[in-house]
């Protein structure tokens, strides 16, 4: 079975400030794994995945995560947020046996203050 | 091309009432799911559904049945609501891709 953890269920940061969003995961067998965003009141929307090969990630609206084996970690990153950043941030890891079943964290709220 | 459809946005429901909850697609995707979404606990899986014809359990699937009407249509039925089920409840489809892609939700409160 899998598991997702992340680590802070809010993170304020000031506008184009940097900020990362930690994951951690468990499992067993290989995954792959995923970044959502859900802005207020509309479903998720998929920031940016690992499949395979680079270990680097690059998503929309700038964001890039980092896939860690040894770590089992899968931290979301941006240099330099803005306002509309404002949301909250999904990690899900499925299996790669099939059928695409996520397993979802229980959700990072980002706040971007001016 | 309007993605993925939910209806209704919003439902009450007393206690002990039965409705379902409506889901379809028009991408032409093999596979639908259903999630849960709860404050504090991510969004969790109730059922999905692999190909047209087929459905499965996920995390959560007591209290609900589902049904894959052809390979557009994906509903979700409570049979007897209880107040331990209110939620926001979102439908998904996916390809090979494995990217899932979301409808708006429904927000469902049982009194």
């Known amino acids: 079975a899998q598991s997702v953890t992340q680590l802070d269920s809010q993170v304020p940061v000031f506008e184009e400030a940097p900020v990362e969003l930690r994951c951690n995961y468990s499992?067993?067998?290989?995954?792959?794994l995923f970044w959502y965003v859900q802005y207020p009141n509309q479903g998720l929307q998929l920031l940016l995945k690992?499949?395979?090969?680079?270990?680097l990630v690059k998503g929309i609206n700038g964001f890039e995560a980092e896939f860690n084996k040894s770590q089992t970690s899968f931290h979301l990153r941006k240099p330099s947020v803005h306002i509309s950043d404002t949301a909250e941030y999904f990690c899900?890891?499925?299996?790669?046996?099939?059928?695409?079943?996520?397993?979802f964290g229980a959700g990072t709220r980002l706040a971007v203050h001016p | 091309n309007a993605g993925v459809t939910q209806t209704p946005k919003f439902q009450v429901l007393k206690t002990g009432q039965s409705m379902t909850l409506q889901c379809a697609q028009d991408m032409n995707h093999n596979s639908m799911y259903w999630y849960r979404q709860d404050p504090g606990m991510g969004l969790r899986l109730i059922y999905y559904?692999?190909?047209?014809?087929?459905?499965d359990k996920g995390e959560v699937p007591n209290g609900y049945n589902v049904s894959r009407l052809n390979k557009r249509e994906f509903s979700l039925r409570l049979e007897s609501a209880a107040p331990s089920q209110t939620s926001v409840y979102f439908c998904?489809?996916?390809?090979?891709?494995?990217?899932?892609?979301f409808g708006p939700g429904t927000r469902l409160t049982v009194t």
């Open positions: 899900a890891v499925s299996d790669t046996g099939g059928y695409n079943k996520l397993i």
């Open positions: 499992s067993s067998v290989s995954v792959y």
């Open positions: 559904s692999a190909s047209e014809g087929t459905t």
């Open positions: 690992y499949l395979s090969g680079s270990t």
């Open positions: 998904a489809s996916s390809e090979d891709t494995y990217e899932q892609y």
